[in-house]
């Protein structure tokens, strides 16, 4: 069963604005990752964010994570053309689960 | 792509057919994973391996079987294709942070 949720499942924006997706996931979680997928493609890993910390960034790339209300948000600064793709938010869940549980993904189209 | 590669990349079979796909690696992670991914479903856990000869269930193993002779190669196998089975299949590996690298994928059309 999913355990994240990602909000929207589908975004359009124009090139140079800013994109924020959120993830809302169900148990308890040692980390949080954010992974991308450009169509036929496999699944790219982005960046993760540990239970212990708030937010983080990588490049254009920013997440927060809040554990107390279970969520999660990335955000892509100025957003070019080549962002567009699909993005899933991914729970290891705590006790050093073997395992990650992958919502169903959003689909963020970046317009020149 | 993360020194996995996945076999093959696309699939024609019938119903009832035995069908296996290979994943192989050549980063010497002991975790390994198969997932299918299908519209409106994501992408989900159908075996996964934590070393030679250790493998597990996921959430949709029912139908899929599996093995791990070395530590490279993962394959899964469709004992009876069933079109149910239609799907993209991708394998990944694990680094130590449980940062999660994927295949290429196999496109499998059962029909």
């Known amino acids: 069963s999913q355990q994240g949720e990602e909000d929207p499942q589908a975004l359009s924006i124009q090139e140079g604005e800013n994109a924020t997706m959120n993830c809302s996931y169900k148990t308890s979680i040692n980390n949080l990752q954010w992974y991308r997928q450009n169509s036929g493609r496999g699944l790219v890993h982005l960046i993760l964010i540990r239970s212990n910390e708030r937010e983080k960034h990588s490049g254009r790339l920013r997440v927060t994570l809040d554990t107390s209300k279970k969520s999660s948000s990335l955000l892509i600064t100025a957003s070019r053309a080549a962002d567009t793709a699909s993005y899933f938010c991914?729970?290891?869940?705590?006790?050093?689960?073997?395992?990650?549980?992958f919502g169903k993904g959003m689909k963020l189209t970046v317009n020149p | 792509d993360a020194g996995i590669t996945q076999s093959p990349r696309h699939k024609v079979t019938e119903t009832g057919t035995p069908v296996t796909l290979r994943c192989h690696q050549t980063?010497?992670?002991?975790?390994m994973y198969w997932y299918r991914q299908d519209p409106g479903h994501g992408l989900r856990l159908i075996h996964y391996?934590?070393?030679?000869?250790?493998?597990d269930k996921g959430e949709v193993s029912d139908g899929y079987s599996v093995s791990r002779s070395k530590t490279e190669d993962f394959l899964l196998t469709l004992e009876s294709a069933t079109s149910s089975q239609t799907s993209v299949y991708f394998c990944?590996?694990?680094?130590?942070?449980?940062?999660?690298?994927f295949g290429p994928g196999t496109r499998l059309t059962v029909l």
């Open positions: 991914a729970t290891e869940g705590s006790g050093g689960s073997e395992k990650l549980v």
């Open positions: 990944a590996i694990r680094d130590g942070v449980n940062e999660q690298f």
């Open positions: 980063e010497n992670h002991r975790y």
């Open positions: 391996s934590y070393g030679v000869k250790d493998t």
